[in-house]
């Protein structure tokens, strides 16, 4: 069994070079859509459903085959992945971009301190037998109950990468509504698209809903080919922010803003200064998009529907990177900071 499990991490991380059994997933550069494909051809291979977690327990083929033969996987599918359970101080509940899994937090949680617990919140309907959520608000709703399934009364830090801190504001805004304050981390999040002043109700543009899917879908690499749930996912991901009603957040927020989002803020000021045409930026724009739809999306959209303390903060990494082993410490400094606050 474990020749076939090596075979098919193989395939899934494209190493044809040779792979021996207690290679880590993560030391070999695997990533959460590469994670899902090992899962499917797993279940497809041996009619056995591994929980993505199991990619933090049992990282090497070796292990994944010993938890197969023990049948220790079995159990309901859980919506919070701890990728970090110890620690006394109150835990980091982080939202799935996208694509719905929570593998993409694993170096972030690991550069947290010993005393800070992480959780991922991932999507349902990953595992291709549920229904997943169709809106936002809906998410937000099932997350909060897994959620305060383990932790009860707070205090709580919700965040977010990219997608994933829309439905995290959702989640702040909803616990607001049940008399709980949450602190939000919204990590390189893309503002869903308003032109409005910010007040409540306020929808996303339609007219603006092309880019948007287009933005929203830019935080995970290609999918593979014999695994659609993870598409199925962004494509809802991408309808769901069409239809989402903003609103506000009475409560405090902080931005985490990749060099993405810095360098090209400062470098569409600048050319704007210089005079510089539209016609002629677009075809330069990091986003390939208008410059109207680019500062509409722009993360520091956000503080216009904030009502508390609303804190920004530059953390190094493009969008793609800034999960990456070298660029992870410095934004899981900034997210225990924000826990830290929780408990003063």
């Known amino acids: 069994m474990v020749d076939q499990v090596v075979v098919i991490w193989q395939f899934a991380l494209k190493n044809d070079y040779g792979m021996k059994s207690d290679v880590n997933f993560f030391d070999a550069g695997g990533s959460s859509l590469q994670a899902v494909e090992i899962v499917a051809n797993i279940k497809q291979t041996f009619g056995v459903e591994l929980p993505l977690s199991s990619f933090v327990s ?34 980091f509940f982080c939202v ?5 899994n929570v593998l993409c937090y694993s170096e972030l949680a690991s550069a947290m301190g010993e005393a800070y617990p992480f959780y991922g919140l991932q ?6 037998d549920d229904l997943p959520h169709q809106s ?24 977010g990468w990219s997608a994933g801190g829309i439905v995290a504001f959702e989640m702040g805004r909803q616990l607001k509504e ?3 304050d949450a602190k939000l981390v919204l990590i390189d999040t893309l503002f869903p698209g308003v032109k409005s002043n910010g007040s409540d109700g306020d ?22 080919e014999n695994y659609s749930q993870a598409g199925t996912l962004r494509e809802i991901s991408a309808k769901a922010s069409a239809h989402y009603r903003i609103g ?36 330069t ?57 929780t408990t003063r």
């Open 58 to 91: 049992a990282p090497t083929p070796a292990q994944q085959a010993d938890l197969i033969l023990s049948e220790e996987w079995r159990g309901d599918w859980n919506t919070a992945v701890a990728l970090k359970a110890s620690g006394d101080k109150p835990p």
């Open 96 to 100: 799935h971009p996208s694509d719905g």
């Open 123 to 128: 999507a349902k309907g990953l595992n291709g």
């Open 136 to 159: 936002f608000e809906e998410m937000a709703s099932h997350y909060i109950e897994a959620m305060r399934e383990l932790s009860p009364d707070g205090p709580y830090v919700i965040g």
């Open 178 to 180: 049940q008399g709980v």
């Open 203 to 224: 929808t996303a543009v339609d007219a603006d809903s092309k880019v948007r899917e287009q933005l929203l879908s830019e935080d995970q690499p290609e999918l593979p």
């Open 248 to 283: 506000t957040y009475p409560g405090d927020i902080s931005l985490m803003m990749s060099e993405d989002h810095d360098t090209s803020k400062q470098y569409l000021l600048k050319s704007l200064k210089q005079g510089i045409s539209e016609r002629n930026l677009k075809k």
């Open 285 to 341: 724009n990091h986003f390939s998009n208008s410059i109207e739809a680019w500062t509409v999306h722009h993360p520091l959209n956000w503080q216009h529907h904030a009502r508390g303390r609303f804190e920004i903060y530059s953390v190094p990494g493009l969008h793609h990177s800034m999960m990456h082993k070298e660029h992870a410490p410095a934004l899981a400094h900034q997210i225990m900071r924000v826990v830290d606050e």
